[in-house]
């Protein structure tokens, strides 16, 4: 109790950092945590003798924060990524077609006659998603089984997207992101989107095809044991994040670990769980660095990336 709550300026327009200073120094409860948030995630980004694991679920990739993970990606700040069959969809889908801003108080009933989707906030014409994704994959499947491919890891299949995509089409892409850099996105849930059932309608023409989802988790089994420290930046909750903790339980848990979330932690849910009950799991080391930021992510990591960045620039 020996540090003093300082009020917080903004009247001198302060940077992305100097402001993420101030609300760990100002103490206002959610305010406080975002702020020491920034420093962890600054000290995770910066560490070049760390393997780094990004997490996050699909609903952001419709965002603009889309923006922030492919660039995270892109700049080298990364080593692997979880995330699931969503982002694939979104990720396809926008690199063709737009979505747009709407509102949550839309008729769904009325968007539904219309054939428009709704996504919290944004609207996407039907036009703009699925039929994209297939006029997309089915020709990137069918040239894959042509060049002798019979079985796909999630991992091949996000650069083979990559690739497809090429430099221009890919701009803003994470699978293009991925691709250039060689960095390996893994779907554990690959089956549960667009872009799975693409995979499942062109199995029924093809049954020698499959998914290698056992090579995935040899090569994610490869990371974590060979990695010499282990940190983890995790969005949102689900399948992505436990599949990042539960591989790195392997090597007695993570080193670090930052994790962002609205979900409430008293329902018992894996999306609400605190960066400490997964010490009790041996998912993050007693001894690691770890914190639990409440809020939004599409309004918290943009800000927190940014101010990051800039304390590691500077």
């Avoid at 979505?99 to 054939?115: M, Q, T």
Wanted: include cysteine; charged fraction near 25%; aromatic fraction near 8%.
């Amino acid at each position: 109790m020996s540090r003093k709550v300082e009020d917080i300026r903004v009247d001198d327009g302060p940077s992305l950092d100097t402001f993420a200073r101030r609300l760990e120094a100002g103490g206002g409860f959610s305010a406080k945590g975002v702020g020491a948030g920034v420093g962890l995630l600054a000290r995770i980004l910066g560490d070049k003798g760390m393997t780094k694991f990004l997490s996050f679920p699909a609903d952001i990739v419709a965002t603009g924060t889309r923006g922030v993970l492919a660039g995270l990606i892109r700049d080298g700040y990364v080593d692997a990524v979880v995330t699931t069959c969503g982002t694939l969809d979104h990720d396809i889908a926008r690199a063709f077609r737009p979505y747009y801003h709407g509102e949550w108080s839309l008729d769904d009933v009325a968007l539904r006659r219309k054939g428009l989707y709704r996504l919290g906030n944004l609207v996407i014409p039907e036009g703009n998603y699925g039929p994209v994704v297939e006029r997309f994959v089915q020709p990137l499947l069918r040239k894959l089984w042509k060049g002798g491919k019979r079985a796909l890891s999630t991992r091949d299949l996000v650069w083979a997207i990559g690739e497809a995509l090429g430099p221009k089409r890919g701009e803003g892409s994470i699978a293009r992101a991925a691709f250039e850099r060689q960095v390996p996105v893994f779907v554990p849930g690959i089956t549960d989107g667009a872009v799975g059932s693409q995979m499942w309608l062109f199995w029924q023409d093809h049954r020698a095809f499959s998914v290698d989802l056992m090579s995935d988790e040899q090569a994610l089994s490869d990371l974590v044991f060979t990695a010499k420290r282990s940190g983890a930046v995790m969005l949102g909750g689900g399948i992505s994040k436990h599949h990042t903790i539960w591989w790195n339980q392997f090597r007695d848990g993570l080193d670090a670990a930052l994790y962002i979330t609205t979900a409430v932690e008293w329902d018992g849910s894996l999306s609400g769980a605190r960066t400490r009950e997964a010490v009790s799991w041996g998912k993050v080391k007693p001894n690691a660095e770890h914190a639990t930021v409440e809020g939004d992510v599409t309004v918290l990591f943009p800000l927190m990336v940014g101010a990051a960045l800039e304390r590691l620039r500077a």
